[in-house]
């Protein structure tokens, strides 16, 4: 019989995810598994997201027999623990296939070849690695047609990138911090689809696009060993993850701006907290801060909420009713200001899948 020359391919994208209840420490960093649960929205695909194509094939054995990464036009290895941790799991579900279905081709055995892109600056705090490893985990799992749910592809992505296995689900996107040692119940659980509460919308404000200094992998390590805050933030995050569930269920639009925000300050206090501290935020964040909490006031009633991740750049929650109102403010407020790059997404286009 001819051996098998083919190519298969399959492609995918995976969106952005922003999290409102912040995933910030490990309790394993080899499983990455971590010390609270967290939450977040997954923002439009038309707006941030990651392209991925995975492709493999006996022949590239010839060419390449390693598997290898195009990120953004560049090739990267594909070598770190993480990436082969993912690789191991999603190649396993494959050969399991094979094994019982002997006339599937055997790609589990091919090398691969994957090609990715960002629509949004890499490595800037716009979840880049969630995004990235989400769109790698659901373009191979499409390539090897594999019959797991998100959910269970979730606990694959989560060994790439903790904030990954929130990319896999749309809407509003628990990650249950599970209690095993395994990690086998550390992974995504739908809140709320997108369709739940249509009137949410997210606007980035974008202070830099440049890598941030230190990493979150790095960071959160540093956190959980020196932040005295952060044990307490570990104890009060489960109260606030119900209230969050909460007020999302109930489309409760102030809870869920109160405890964004909150939530943002305490994880940015615990990151000050961290010796040496770490400063994501900037001056021009603080601005955007100012700016929303004037908002509001002038408003008075909550409009907007702000949170911010591991980087300086703003996303703020709003509901659809009230942007021209917000827009209005916020050009008012920030327009012309230094530090402040004109470009704004997600304006129009709402939350993701
Ligand atoms: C989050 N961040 O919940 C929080 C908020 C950053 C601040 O998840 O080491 O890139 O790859 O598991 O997922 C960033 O952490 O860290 C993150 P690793 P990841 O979105």
Known sequence: MASDQKIYRASTTAPVNIAVIKYWGKRDPTLNLPTNSSLSVTLSQSDLRTHTTASCSSTYRKETPEDSLLLNGKLEPLTTPRSIACLRSLRALRSELESTNPSLPKLSTYPLRLASSNNFPTAAGLASSAAGFAALVRAIADLYELPQSPTELSLIARQGSGSACRSLLGGYVAWDKGSRDDGTDSCARLVAPKSHWPEMRALILVASAEQKSVSSTAGMQTTVKTSGLFRQRVEAV??????????????????????????????HATCL????????????????IRAVEAINKEAGRT???????????????????????????LDLALDGKEGWSKERTSDAGGLGV
């Open 238 to 267: 489960p109260q606030r993850m119900l209230e969050m569930e909460k007020a999302i269920r109930e489309k409760d639009f102030e809870a869920f701006a109160e405890i964004t925000r909150k939530e943002s300050n305490s994880f």
């Open 273 to 288: 907290d961290t010796d040496p501290p770490i400063f994501y935020m900037n001056e021009t964040s603080k601005m955007a």
């Open 303 to 329: 409009v907007a909420t702000y949170t911010f991740d591991a980087g300086p750049n703003c996303v703020i929650y709003y509901l659809e009713k009230d942007w021209d109102f917000l827009a209005a403010k």
